[in-house]
Antibody, heavy 123, light 108 residues
Framework: QVQLRESGPRLVKPSETLSLTCSVS????????WNWIRQPPGKGLEWIGC???????NYNPSLKSRVTISADTSKNQFSLKLDSVTAADTAVYFC?????????????????WGQGTTVTVSS | EIVLTQSPGTLSLSPGERATLSCRAS???????LAWYQQKPGQAPRLLIY???SRATGIPDRFSGSGSGTDFTLTISRLEPEDFAVYYC?????????FGQGTKVEIK
């Protein structure tokens, strides 16, 4: 059974870079998309971006200029970096897996999620 | 970028009642690209429905999804106490993912 776990600093200063890692256990990172999603306090879900096991990435246009997602397949991990953070980036950050068929004609949704980690941006 | 708008914002119902949640897209979404999630306080979202109408593994059959084009619906046929939660629709399109803003189903 695949499990995901987010890790990283819980407190980040304004203007600095938020860095999180998602560790994948119980399965391979191959042939899946690996996503970052965040949820500000009391608000809804916002998709940040994803990486495919091949290394290709896609980002939310509203965050694209500040986001980098990378993967280390040898460690079964993928990571998020968010630059120049402000208080508006305070949120619970989730990692999640989703599945798309090879030809892209069917999407199976985000079927595995980490428990989430709270990141606060404050001086 | 496709925007998903969910309605109502809050649905107040009693256990045993039927819940109907709406998700409207700003442009047409392929049905095979539409999913629904349930989130309870302090927990990660849980996948309920994918492909607009297929239940995920272990999801009870009181949950059903329907719709096409720009209008999609999640129906809970008879609310159980554990169903009171926030529900999100989500779509995949042009390699991006977007979520609706959520509908809270609360106990009346």
């Amino acid at each position: 059974q695949v499990q995901l776990r987010e890790s990283g600093p819980r407190l980040v200063k304004p203007s600095e870079t938020l860095s999180l890692t998602c560790s994948v256990s119980g399965g391979s990172v191959s042939r899946y998309y690996w996503n970052w999603i965040r949820q500000p306090p009391g608000k809804g879900l916002e998709w940040i971006g994803c990486i495919y096991s091949s290394g290709s990435t896609n980002y939310n246009p509203s965050l694209k200029s500040r986001v980098t997602i990378s993967a280390d397949t040898s460690k079964n991990q993928f990571s998020l970096k968010l630059d120049s953070v402000t208080a508006a980036d305070t949120a619970v950050y989730f990692c999640a897996r989703d599945v798309l068929t090879t030809w892209g004609d069917y999407y199976y949704g985000m079927d595995v999620w980490g428990q989430g980690t709270t990141v606060t941006v404050s001086s | 970028e496709i925007v998903l708008t969910q309605s109502p914002g809050t649905l107040s119902l009693s256990p045993g009642e039927r819940a109907t949640l709406s998700c409207r897209a700003s442009q047409s979404v392929r049905s095979s690209y539409l999913a629904w999630y349930q989130q309870k306080p302090g927990q990660a979202p849980r996948l309920l429905i994918y492909g607009a109408s297929s239940r995920a593994t272990g999801i009870p059959d009181r949950f059903s999804g329907s719709g096409s084009g720009t209008d999609f619906t999640l129906t809970i046929s008879r609310l159980e106490p554990e169903d009171f939660a926030v529900y999100y629709c989500q779509q995949y399109g042009d390699s991006l993912r977007t979520f609706g803003q959520g509908t809270k189903v609360e106990i009346k």
